[in-house]
């Protein structure tokens, strides 16, 4: 019997924490992490500040959690991605670039669609910085990302029989700096980014072809 009332509080708890969450990836959105009190984020959600502080500590341990929450979801559409265009089939130099143009395209699609999400990230960079502590645990839940990347892009070069030339965290950084360097600029000059630039159609599949070849 002990069992169920147990169940029940780790459910409830589960349940708290999912809102708590849901609300701050609103209001943070809207208001920025800096200017969005804790009492709008359980007004969202429904709960007391009670409710937070037995899940949260601060509103940067709220949006580590939103920021785990999006990269579990950006990387497994990625996979899927991933998955749809090797299923089209890949036989020749023409369709490898073929293919990375458009999961690169994919990517970038979701990315320069949710400039919010940039906007936020980079808000929250620029406080990790200069908070030690804070630094540190971002810092590890960027590495959790990038080791996740990599393991995604390892797997599928794996399933088309080709393999990486360098590092393959290093390659993730380096591909990556393409994508934020392009939301950067969008972002300080207003320009609406395209996936059809030559940054996505050109750039970035030479630079993912420099870094693999045939698997011997």
């Given amino acids: 019997m002990t069992g169920q009332p147990r169940q029940r509080e780790t459910r ?16 943070f959105a809207e208001h920025s992490i800096r200017d969005t009190p804790v009492e709008l984020i359980c007004e969202t959600a429904g709960y007391s500040r009670g409710a937070f502080y037995s899940n949260f500590d601060t509103k940067e341990d709220l949006f580590l959690a939103v920021y785990e929450e999006e990269m579990a979801l950006r990387i497994q559409r990625t996979q899927d991605i991933v998955d749809q265009v090797i299923a089209l089939g890949i036989e020749d130099e023409r369709d490898l670039h073929e293919a990375i143009v458009k999961v690169g395209a994919a990517c970038a699609e979701s990315l320069i669609a949710d400039q919010n999400w940039y906007l936020l990230v980079t808000e929250f960079r620029a406080h990790a910085l ?4 804070l630094r540190e645990r971002a810092g590890e839940h960027l590495e959790r990302l990038n080791d996740a990347v990599a393991d995604l892009m390892l797997r599928a ?22 994508y934020e360097a392009e939301l950067e600029r969008t ?5 609406k980014a395209t996936t059809q630039s030559a940054l996505f159609t050109e750039i970035f599949p030479s630079m993912v072809r420099s870094f693999i070849e045939p698997r011997e």
């Fill in 12 to 27: 409830r708890r589960a349940e708290t924490r999912r809102r708590l969450v849901d609300a701050a990836r609103e209001v």
């Fill in 130 to 133: 200069r908070d030690p502590q």
């Fill in 157 to 178: 070069l794996d399933r088309l029989d080709l393999r990486i030339v360098v590092d393959a965290k290093d390659a993730v950084r380096a591909l990556t700096s393409v």
């Fill in 187 to 191: 972002a300080f000059t207003g320009v």
